[in-house]
């Protein structure tokens, strides 16, 4: 990745995460006992999280409110070494909150993103601070942010020649990305996401085959599409295979993707190829899904090599 010391710049939501769990399967339109916990979430947040933990520098671009929840999302976050120096505190607007609903097997039943923060990442507030992209050899973007700012994030990059990854988060917002598809290194899309970048259904493992080789063909250096228990796709000039994931028991999968993405971010800015990255980022996925936090508290690379070395 160049003779910089490795340093990504990551570019999007700090929410407060607020997850209920039942404690037995869900049951619609009523009142399902279980557990309510709270955490620092938002994907940019968590991805710059957890690069930190595993030693890679970290700098966010963000919006919290000036309110408790903001104060609580930076105390964390800075406790784990992300640089919070350039992240804007507002009073036009509280926080981003994620209310979700789990089941008990952790698996997201529904979810309320209020995330009027995010809004505020302006194009006049990334020229504030344009000067962040000279110093990073990576740049991550959270696809929640306005498209107008994604469009801007994507020319500083193509301008400094620095490799780019945008985080689809949801099926709406992969739609937004596809007109820049042919500008971007990287796309980390789950299954869905995947199929609103490609326009076909991925019903089957030769259907993933070929959306990972029509992104390819558009442009892309690196594609990973992540596929729940089934494992992951990754996608390069050279090669596009599948890697299984790693059985766990299963707590929370929230911030499960975010841990993968940056796993294998990890690894590439050390120098790993795509499959040996990779694999550290379902490592990464793998503790995560573990805890009932978006981010593992104790992630570091001595525990996500452990983990794979269960992958040999």
């Not at 399967?25 to 399902?32: F, V």
């Not at 209310?99 to 008990?104: D, E, F, K, Q, Y």
């Not at 390819?216 to 000039?237: N, S």
């Amino acid at each position: 990745m160049g003779n910089k010391q490795p340093h990504a710049l990551v570019i999007g939501a700090s929410n407060f995460d607020i997850k209920g769990q039942t404690h037995s399967y869900h049951i619609d339109k009523t009142s399902n006992p279980g557990a309510v916990r709270n955490s620092a979430g938002g994907v940019a947040r968590n991805i710059a999280e957890n690069l930190a933990r595993l030693g890679t520098k970290a700098t966010l671009l963000s919006v919290v409110g000036n309110d408790l929840y903001g104060r609580q999302i930076l105390e964390t976050t800075r406790a784990a070494g992300v640089d919070l120096d350039h992240v804007k505190i507002t009073d036009e607007c509280g926080t981003g909150i994620f209310v979700a609903i789990l089941n008990h097997y952790g698996d997201l039943v529904s979810a309320i993103a209020d995330l009027d923060a995010i809004s505020l990442i302006t194009v006049d507030y990334l020229k504030e601070n344009v000067q962040l992209f000279d110093d990073v050899s990576f740049v991550v973007i959270d696809a929640d942010i306005p498209a107008e700012s994604l469009k801007y994030c994507v020319a500083q990059c193509a301008e400094r020649n620095i490799p780019i990854c945008v985080e689809p988060v949801s099926v709406a917002r992969a739609k937004q990305i596809v007109p820049y598809l042919s500008q971007l290194s990287m796309v980390t899309p789950n299954r869905e996401e995947a199929e609103a970048l490609v326009g076909f259904p991925l019903a089957s493992a030769e259907d993933v085959k070929k959306a990972g080789k029509v992104l390819l063909d558009v442009g892309l250096k690196w594609v990973i599409i992540t596929l729940g228990p089934e494992g992951v796709l990754y996608a390069t000039e050279d090669e596009i295979e599948f890697l299984s994931s790693i059985s766990t028991v299963v707590t929370d999968t929230v911030g499960a993707g975010d841990a993968l993405t940056s796993g294998t971010i990890s690894g590439l800015l050390e120098g790993l190829s795509l499959r040996e990255a990779v694999k550290r980022g379902i490592a990464c996925a793998t503790l995560t899904l573990q805890t009932r936090l978006a981010v593992c508290p104790n992630i570091n690379l001595d525990k996500v090599q452990s983990y794979i070395e269960k992958m040999a």
